[in-house]
C-alpha cells in the first residue's frame, strides 16, 4: 500500500510539473516577429558609396534574416544574441528600450559575417562586417526604421474646430 501511494504522489508530481513546464514557455526576445526596412550602403577605404541597397530585416525565435545577405551571400536565418538590453528615460520622459545586438556565422569557405547593430524602439542601425581567413573583405553600414514606422500623435485641431470627441458650442446670438 505505501509503495502504490508513494508511485501515485511522483507520478502526479510528474504530471503537474510537465504541465507547468508547457504552460510557462518564457518569455520571446524583444526582437521576435519584428521586420525592420534598412538602406544597406557599402563602406570601401572608410568612403561611404553614393548607392544604397534597400532590404527587409526580419527576427524569429533569436534569428534574422536579411533578403540583402541571402541575395547576395546565401545566408538564410542567422543567430543573434542581445548583449545589451535596457530601458531608460528620454528628455521628453519617455521611456525608450534600447538594444545592443550581435550576430556572427562563419561558413565552410571560412568567410566570417559579423552583423552588430543598435535597436532603439522603432529604429535600427548598425554594421555588417565581412572577413575571408580573418582578413577584412566587405564593410557595410545599415540603418533603417521597423516596418510600420514611428506611432502616429494625433493631429491639433484647428483654431475654432472642435478636439475629437466633443461638440462645437454654438455661439450666442
Given at each position: 500500500m505505501n509503495n502504490k501511494k508513494i508511485f501515485s504522489i511522483?507520478?502526479?508530481?510528474?504530471?503537474?510539473?510537465?504541465?507547468?513546464?508547457?504552460?510557462?514557455?518564457?518569455?520571446?526576445?524583444p526582437l521576435h516577429?519584428?521586420?525592420?526596412?534598412?538602406?544597406?550602403?557599402?563602406?570601401k577605404d572608410g568612403v561611404v558609396a553614393k548607392k544604397s541597397t534597400m532590404d527587409?530585416?526580419?527576427?524569429?525565435?533569436?534569428?534574422?534574416?536579411?533578403?540583402?545577405?541571402?541575395?547576395?551571400?546565401?545566408?538564410?536565418?542567422?543567430?543573434?544574441?542581445?548583449?545589451?538590453?535596457s530601458i531608460y528615460t528620454d528628455s521628453t520622459?519617455?521611456?525608450?528600450?534600447?538594444?545592443?545586438v550581435e550576430a556572427t556565422i562563419t561558413d565552410d569557405k571560412d568567410q566570417t559575417i559579423t552583423i552588430n547593430f543598435t535597436n532603439v524602439e522603432w529604429d535600427i542601425e548598425g554594421?555588417?562586417?565581412?572577413?575571408?581567413?580573418?582578413?577584412p573583405k566587405k564593410f557595410y553600414d545599415f540603418a533603417g526604421r521597423e516596418k510600420g514606422g514611428k506611432p502616429k500623435k494625433p493631429k491639433k485641431p484647428k483654431k475654432g474646430e472642435p478636439i475629437e470627441?466633443?461638440?462645437?458650442?454654438?455661439?450666442p446670438k
Amino acid at each position: 500500500m505505501n509503495n502504490k501511494k508513494i508511485f501515485s504522489i511522483s507520478a502526479l508530481t510528474l504530471v503537474v510539473i510537465l504541465l507547468m513546464s508547457f504552460a510557462f514557455k518564457g518569455e520571446k526576445d524583444p526582437l521576435h516577429k519584428r521586420v525592420f526596412n534598412i538602406n544597406v550602403t557599402e563602406v570601401k577605404d572608410g568612403v561611404v558609396a553614393k548607392k544604397s541597397t534597400m532590404d527587409k530585416m526580419e527576427f524569429k525565435d533569436g534569428r534574422l534574416f536579411s533578403d540583402f545577405l541571402f541575395d547576395k551571400y546565401q545566408y538564410k536565418w542567422l543567430k543573434y544574441r542581445i548583449n545589451k538590453d535596457s530601458i531608460y528615460t528620454d528628455s521628453t520622459d519617455t521611456e525608450v528600450r534600447l538594444l545592443e545586438v550581435e550576430a556572427t556565422i562563419t561558413d565552410d569557405k571560412d568567410q566570417t559575417i559579423t552583423i552588430n547593430f543598435t535597436n532603439v524602439e522603432w529604429d535600427i542601425e548598425g554594421t555588417i562586417k565581412m572577413t575571408k581567413s580573418d582578413k577584412p573583405k566587405k564593410f557595410y553600414d545599415f540603418a533603417g526604421r521597423e516596418k510600420g514606422g514611428k506611432p502616429k500623435k494625433p493631429k491639433k485641431p484647428k483654431k475654432g474646430e472642435p478636439i475629437e470627441g466633443e461638440q462645437k458650442m454654438e455661439e450666442p446670438k
